[in-house]
């Protein structure tokens, strides 16, 4: 593919391999359909083939695809990405998924474009000083060797954008939170709850769910926290969706606290909805700083309460701060108890996620984004 004929390009140097209609993929397909209709020439590099659904829409909105598998080496990513950029000859070049501060920013001194990345990575919290201190200077280094060609950094998190200071000692005004958007369309309640309970042998009773079987999900601590529950309530189900390495534990636990008759796995389930549809509460049990918490957008966009240890953006997200917690099985059992008690402003976190995490919102503000390059044009 040679330059691009069109004064407004850009270009989305993506280091995945989508294999499904995911959150991100649905976002690429989004923002192509608003950058067509703005004028603008959506080029999108995979580092393998997309999935022919997700592939064939992008087609369709005027998108153009290439394949480039990236090097561990980031020199050797710098000369791939110098001839790309120099073959295409975009406005802006948005990186997702790669370092923030590398020397690819520095493409930016040999061609007239703007270079923004997408932080899209939470992590795990160092476990002493010491690797807080490697941290810090690993990652100020690079700010200060590396930061001369980037134009904006888009933070999908107040989370996320608050780690740069408090973490690794950086302060910049390049710093951009643009929050992960959900489809809401997809994430709507399904009103056949009857069905949908007997698809998973669930009668009338409280049904408390946890999505993600990883360890680092946490749905150990809710395992924990079962006994504690069904000593206040007795009319109730946990289940757990996903598959993973961390499922024979999780089968060990069920046996020794000896709740067979209160757990359901499902294994992985074709549509999300429906489960959050069914759940009284999507408990977040993650051990995990997410620098979004999908899980807490689709269930609230669905209708159902939810409960999260205080991990990551979790606080970003949820409608309701008293719901979250620190990580603690026996103050989630609290909680769980007082949310099937007390209730939550359903209608009102709904709104919540419509105003702050929609798609739609998250598009649009890229687009402010990227047109803001444009104005002294």
């Known amino acids: 593919m040679s330059a691009v004929n069109n004064k407004k390009c850009i270009l989305s140097i993506c280091d995945i391999s989508p294999s499904k209609m995911g959150s991100f993929e649905e976002f690429l397909i989004h923002i192509t359909k608003k950058l067509k209709d703005s004028g603008f020439t959506h080029v999108i590099i995979f580092r393998d ?138 994430f709507r309640k399904n009103e056949d709850i009857e069905n949908i309970k007997k698809r998973y042998n669930l009668k009338d009773e409280y049904v408390i769910s946890c999505i993600g079987l ?62 959050y549809s069914i759940s009284s509460i999507v408990v977040i049990p993650s051990l995990f700083e997410e620098a979004f918490c999908f899980v807490a957008a689709e269930a609230m966009a669905t209708g159902s309460p939810v409960v999260a240890f205080d991990s990551g953006a979790i606080k970003d997200v949820l409608y309701d701060p008293n719901y979250v917690i620190p990580a603690n099985h026996k103050l989630l059992a609290s909680k769980i108890i007082e949310c099937i008690n007390n209730g939550t402003d359903i209608e009102a976190a709904k709104k919540h996620v419509i105003n702050n995490f929609s798609l739609e919102s998250n598009v649009s503000r890229h687009l402010e984004l990227y047109n803001s390059f444009f104005k002294n044009e």
């Open 49 to 186: 083939n997309p999935i022919p659904s997700v592939k064939q829409v992008l087609i369709d909105n005027s998108a153009i695809i290439e394949v480039i598998k990236p090097s561990r080496s980031n020199l050797i990513n710098f000369y791939i990405f110098y001839s790309l950029v120099k073959r295409i000859s975009p406005n802006i070049v948005h990186f997702h998924f790669y370092p923030t501060y590398s020397v690819l920013n520095y493409l930016k001194l040999f061609f007239d474009i703007n270079i923004v990345h997408t932080d899209h990575m939470g992590g795990r919290k160092a476990k002493n000083q010491t690797k807080q201190i490697l941290r810090r200077i690993y990652y100020y280094t690079n700010f200060v060797f590396f930061d001369i060609g980037l134009d904006k950094i888009v933070c999908v998190s107040d989370f996320v954008k608050s780690k740069y200071l408090k973490e690794y000692g950086i302060k910049s005004d390049k710093l951009h939170v643009i929050y992960n958007g959900i489809n809401t369309d997809k």
């Open 214 to 275: 990883r360890k680092d999900k946490g749905p150990h601590c809710l395992l924990k926290a079962i006994p504690l529950i069904l000593k206040e309530i007795k009319n109730i189900k946990f289940v757990f969706v996903g598959e993973g390495e961390f499922q024979s534990q999780l089968y060990s636990i069920v046996e020794d606290f000896n709740i067979n008759d209160k757990v359901i796995f499902t294994g992985k389930v074709p549509v999300l909805s429906d489960i």
